[in-house]
């Protein structure tokens, strides 16, 4: 089984700052890395898919990077609507898993 | 826009089974470039895989999950299917069911269904 290991579990952000989550996995994955936002009481939805390619309607702000072992999803200029658990994902091999979270609050 | 809808009781004896159904809508369950899987996530805590099954009808699920666990599909009524058997308090969680692309990401989810498990 993949482990996959986020930092960090939580982060208070002040808006407009910079928010760098990172999502390390216990063998290469290639890009099979996808990232997810889930709200408060909600689904979770998806925000970047293969660690790097854009989803049509996720503001800009989102991106991803990383292959292998090692994926950073970057929030720039944070909004207060980021307020959420992001979630890291592997569809690289079964049993499919999710990282453990990273709870983002607003300042 | 595809929809799913989780649909099951809320509440489970300790010992028995867990039944949740998915229905989906404004789309067809039988696309061959698709899976469809349930996904649980206790009260608090992060997310976790429980199984797939794939237009084929082939399954899988999660070993930790897998003596226990069984995914069906029905393509007459476009829905497919949850058992969880002998469950416990660990068992408590919200269950969402979703498609994913094959050996990609998961690109719709239901809105989840909160299961507790309780005498």
């Known amino acids: 089984e993949i482990v996959l290991t986020q930092s960090p579990d939580f982060q208070s952000v002040t808006p407009k700052e910079k928010v760098t989550i990172t999502c390390r996995a216990s063998?290469?994955?290639?890009?099979?890395l996808h990232w997810y936002q889930q709200k408060p009481d909600q689904s979770p939805k998806l925000l970047i898919k293969?660690?790097?390619q854009s989803i049509s309607g996720v503001p800009s702000r989102f991106s991803g990077s990383g292959s292998g072992t090692d994926f950073t999803l970057t929030i720039n200029s944070l909004e207060a609507e980021d307020a959420a658990a992001y979630y890291c994902h592997q569809s690289s091999s079964l049993p499919l898993t999710f990282g453990g979270g990273t709870k983002v609050e607003i300042k | 826009q595809l929809q799913l809808q989780e649909s099951g009781p809320g509440l489970v004896k300790p010992s028995e089974t867990l039944s949740l159904t998915c229905t989906v809508s404004?789309?067809?369950?039988?696309?061959?470039?698709?899976?469809w899987g349930w996904i649980r996530q206790p009260p608090g805590k992060g997310l976790e895989w429980i199984g797939s099954?794939?237009?084929?009808?082939?399954?899988y699920y999660n070993p930790s999950l897998k003596s226990r666990v069984t995914i069906s599909v029905d393509t007459s009524k476009n829905q497919f299917s949850l058992k969880l058997s002998s469950v416990t308090a660990a068992d408590t969680a919200v269950y969402y069911c979703a498609r994913g692309a094959v050996a990609a990401h998961i690109d719709y989810w239901g809105q989840g269904t909160l299961v507790t498990v309780s005498s």
């Open positions: 404004g789309g067809s369950i039988s696309s061959s470039s698709y899976y």
């Open positions: 099954i794939y237009y084929s009808g082939s399954t």
């Open positions: 063998q290469s994955i290639g890009s099979s």
């Open positions: 293969y660690a790097s």
